[in-house]
Every structure is written in C-alpha cells, then in structure tokens.
C-alpha cells in the first residue's frame, strides 16, 4: 500500500513539474526580483496541479470556436438593427416594471438550506429581506424593438444561464400568444454575497468535483434553485414587457461618494462610501447614475433605476438569514417614496463599500427604528444604514434630473476569451459553472469561453457598456497601473475606452452582464493569485518592489481577459462613432 502512495505522489509530481514548467514561461517578463520568481514558481506548481486534476475529469464534448461561430444562436440578440441619431417624429419613451422573488419555497418554509455564493461555506436557512429579479421593458416609440435590462440579485449568473432565461422567455410568450419585438435582453448580477449561490462557486463545488471522476461534471450550482431562478426571472422580463406604458425618461446624478482623506483622492466630494482595495488611483465612477421613468398615467408609480459599481459585502458572512445588502434597503427606502427600483452594477473590481465611513445621524436614525422595530435587523444594520443613505442621495437628487430625448441605440457583440489554469479555467473547462466553453486551438489550455459585450445609447448623452465580468473601471475611465506599480513592470498599452467616446457624452457601466467571467484585469499588472499570500509580509513591498493585491486573479479567466474585452469594447465605440 506504500509503495503504491509513493508511486502515485510521483506520478503526480512528474505532471506538476511538466505543467508548471509551462506555466510560469507565460510569466518570463515579469520583474527579476525574488519575489516574482517565487510566486511564478509556485503558481506554476498550483495550475499544473489543477491541471492535472482536469485530465482525471472526463471533460464535455464542447464545439470548437469555428463551429460555433458558424451558426446562429437565437439566444443572442444583436441590439438595434441600425443606429438613429434623432429621436423618430412622434415617438416617445415607454417603459414596463416587473419584480419576481427567485427564494424557493423550501427556505422559506424552512426545509432546506442553500449556500451563498460569497463565502463558500455559508448556509443560510431562511429570509430577511428578499432574494429578486427585476426587469424593466425599455422602448424609444422608432419602431426598432425592445431592449430589457434585467438585474439579478446574487454574484453572477454565468451566460449559460442567461440564455437559458432568454429561451425560457421566448416560449413563455409563444405560449402566450404574444408576439416580440424583443432586439435585446441584458441581465446583470448585482453580485450579492449572502443570496443563494447563483453561479457555482459555494462548498457544493468541492463534492460534484470529486464525483465528476467517476461520472463526469455536473453543474455545481443548486440545480433546484437554478430552475426557479430561470422561471421566475423569465416571469419579471414578460412582467415588464406586457405591462409598458408611456411617459418621459430622465437622468441625475447623486452627489460623490469616493473621498479618501488619507490619501487625499476626490477632495471636493462630501462622502467617503466607496474604496478600491487594489488601485489607490482616481478612475472610477464615483456618484450614482439614475434614470427615472415618470408614467404619463400620474397613478402609475415611477421607477428609478440606480448604476454604481461597488461590492454588496456588508452583510457579515457569519449570518443565517438570506440577504441581497444594500441594495435591499436602497430599494426598501425608495419604494416607501412610491417608486419602483432596479439597481445595476457597474465596473465594480475591487471596488467596494468603506463601511466605516460616517454616515448622518438622520440616517442612522431611521435605521435604529427599524432595529428597534425587528431585533434580528441587528445583524444586518450596517447594510440598512448604508442602504438608506444611498437611497437618501438619490432622492435628495431628483431635482437635479434632465430629459432624455427617445433614443435608444444598442449594440451587442459575441466574442472570445481565452482560458488559462487556474481555478475558474478549470470550472469553466470542465463544465462546473455554466460558461459557454469552446475548443481553441489558440488558446494554451485548449479552451476559450464565448461570452458577450455591448453598446448602449440612452438619448444623445447617455453611452452605456456592458462588460461581462468585474472589470477594473480603470480600463474603461483611465488612470491603469502604471509600469513601474505593474507586477511585470511594463505599461498598459490600450486607451481607456472612454477617451474614444465624443467628448461631453457621460460614459457608465453593466459591469456582471450577460455573464460572469470573474475579474477582468490589466495584463501588465496580473500575477498568481499566490502573490497575495507570499506579499502579506511585513515590509514585503519596500524589499521587492509596489504591493497591490492579487486575490482577484484566483476568480479570472487569465492574463488576457482586460486586453481582449477592452478591444472589443473600444472597436464597438469606435465602430458608432465614425
């Protein structure tokens, strides 16, 4: 029995060593200094490692990317058909609301756990708040069709799942009797840690991983609550698109909420709310972004629907109890002024709530009646008192609100990013997480993901991007790494796509849509995920050169991911604009 352990403890590190070497050739650039080596060193022996535990697993039968892009997939919708740069005589925007919680009955009753999809371990065993998705029907009155934006709470939903909700929603209305003018449907996740694991990634992985040896992988979210996630979300989308009516659109902006006294970054804003744990540079969107859609039926509520991109992580993991953070409460409040409410995340990254900043007194306030209403809300109180204070800056910033003229021009593109080892590689080749995986020869794993991309225009002003993952905002607004805070030491060489919109137009984000392709990076400054570990010593990054965190590349496609999706992105801004 000995000497068979032996003998297989060889044979893996035999397959280890071969792959590791391949591993760290990507890395060749890197700065020379004793840190690098090693973490290229040892992050070549994890993927070699991960990729050897790939060849144990009978890998799906994926098409290649060639015969995948040779037909059409009427899952994916392209947008608009053309462009228009005035609004159509006599047309006018209109817009439908729906809302359908995706909480199974079985955790609300009580007889089944489900894990959250943030922290891993995390179960929770019944609801606080709730668990939604919500769908809002936008059309100009051109005659071009209806584009749907919906949002999802949890961390992502991968693009597998989105066209699944997309399929589902075609038959529905076929059912129905109701013919479609559909031209697009966006669907965003608000990337909520302590809901119900949307995409795969909770402790329920680690057991479909160990029977995927004998029976090949099976997906790893919940397949129960998937289906209700697909049902219901399908039911918000059809809720909205029956349901439109007329009125005006607008658009405003709440007041900063970036301040970083510390380091001296936004000084003319008033609110501390928001930090970006890797990049202590500017380039990032740092107000909310609404649109508020005012019926012409003044007894139809109003809806408003809030873009910002920042993690929902103040809700403490040790909680039981489901909870979407605070955009539950941004919504709790705004609802109590008669509105509807959608939030929509943005280029989020690393970006996340400072939830030690100083908030009023007013609104921590309301939030300690709401406390003193339900005592078990004290386990979710700082996510309450954030929530109200955002909805406060929006309200407080309805008057600053414009028209928008009736102009909405989409544009979406398919395109591909290339898998390399590393944990969401492995995932996504095996088939654990519902990416849409091809074969790629190009690619050094073998594999690549399909996954999607957009233009939006929202009246004459107004440019909206959809990005597929967390991508850092730097690489849309500007300000990236520079190559001497770099961990290869060399520059970002692609404009920030923002520069290539025309000057005056406000630029903004849907960051997590259509897919979620984990965290999209600058090439120049992507190293092992092992990096953050062999860094956190004690004056590391004085000895060996700048510190940044490197936890987002353990949930990332690879090194080519920000490189790829920014071409993409600046090719279709380039492309409207000529």
């Not at 792959?19 to 690098?36: G, K, Q």
Request: proline content about 4%; overall charge negative; aromatic content about 10%.
């Amino acid at each position: 029995m000995k000497k068979q352990s032996r003998s297989f403890i060889a044979f893996l590190l035999v397959f280890t060593l071969v792959f590791s070497a391949a591993s760290t050739s990507a890395h060749a650039e890197s700065r020379s200094n004793p840190i690098h080596t090693v973490t290229n060193v040892l992050g070549g022996i994890i993927d070699g490692a991960i990729r050897f535990l790939g060849l144990l697993t009978p890998t799906p039968d994926y098409p290649t990317v060639e015969e995948y892009f040779s037909t059409k997939n009427e899952d994916f919708y392209e947008g608009t058909k053309d462009f228009i740069d005035n609004a159509v005589d006599s047309s006018g925007w209109s817009l439908g609301f729906g809302r359908k919680s995706i909480v199974p009955d079985n955790l609300i009753d009580g007889s089944k756990k489900y894990y959250t999809g943030g922290y891993f371990t995390q179960k929770v065993d019944g609801v606080f708040d709730d668990q939604k998705a919500v769908a809002i029907a936008l059309n100009d009155g051109s005659g071009r069709g209806t584009t749907i934006f919906a949002s999802i709470d949890g961390i992502g939903v991968s693009n597998g799942d989105v066209r699944a909700v997309r399929n589902r929603v075609r038959q529905k209305l076929k059912e129905k009797g109701i013919s479609d003018d559909i031209n697009a449907i966006n669907i965003n996740a608000t990337h909520c840690h302590t809901v119900i694991d949307t995409q795969g990634i909770s402790l329920d992985l680690l057991p479909k991983i160990f029977l995927s040896f004998f029976t090949g992988a099976d997906r790893s979210i919940d397949s129960e609550f998937l289906e209700v996630l697909i049902d219901r979300t399908s039911d918000a989308i059809i809720e909205a698109y029956t349901n439109t009516e007329s009125g005006s659109l607008y658009y405003f902006e709440t007041a900063g909420m970036c301040k970083d006294e510390e380091r001296g970054l936004y000084l003319e804003d008033e609110y501390p709310y928001i930090i970006n744990k890797r990049y202590f540079t500017e380039g990032y969107q740092h107000s909310f972004a609404c649109f508020r859609f005012v019926p012409d039926d003044d007894t139809s509520p109003a809806t408003i629907f809030a873009n910002i991109g920042a993690h929902p992580t103040i809700v403490d993991e040790t909680t039981n109890l489901l909870s979407a953070d605070f955009p539950a409460f941004m919504e709790e409040k705004i609802n109590e002024a008669g509105m509807n409410f959608m939030f929509i995340q943005g280029a989020q990254a690393p970006v996340s709530v400072n939830k030690w900043a100083e908030v009023p007194a007013s609104t921590v306030g309301e939030s300690d009646k709401r406390i003193s209403d339900d005592p078990v809300a004290e386990d979710y109180k700082t996510a309450i008192i954030y929530g109200y204070e955002y909805a406060r800056l929006i309200l407080d910033a309805l008057d600053n609100a414009k028209e928008v003229e009736p102009i909405l021009n989409v544009r979406m593109t398919e395109y591909v990013i290339s898998l390399e080892t590393g944990l969401f590689s492995y995932g996504a080749t095996e088939g654990f997480i519902g990416t849409t995986t091809v074969k790629d020869s190009s690619s050094k794993t073998g594999y690549s993901i399909v996954t999607e991309a957009g233009y939006i225009e929202i009246g004459k002003d107004i440019v909206l991007l959809t990005a597929p993952g967390e991508i850092v905002p730097q690489l849309i607004y500007g300000n990236t790494v520079s190559a001497d805070d770099s961990f290869h030491g060399t520059e970002w060489t692609y404009e920030a796509t923002a520069t290539l919109v025309p000057e005056g137009k406000t630029v903004l984000v849907m960051g997590l849509c259509n897919d979620a392709v984990g965290y999209i990076l600058p090439d120049n400054d992507f190293a092992h995920f092992i990096a953050d570990s062999i860094w956190d010593i004690d004056g590391a990054d004085k000895l060996f050169g700048p510190y940044h965190r490197h936890y987002e590349e353990m949930l990332s496609p690879g090194s080519t991911a920000g490189s790829t999706t920014v071409s993409v992105l600046n090719e279709l801004v380039k492309s409207e604009n000529r």
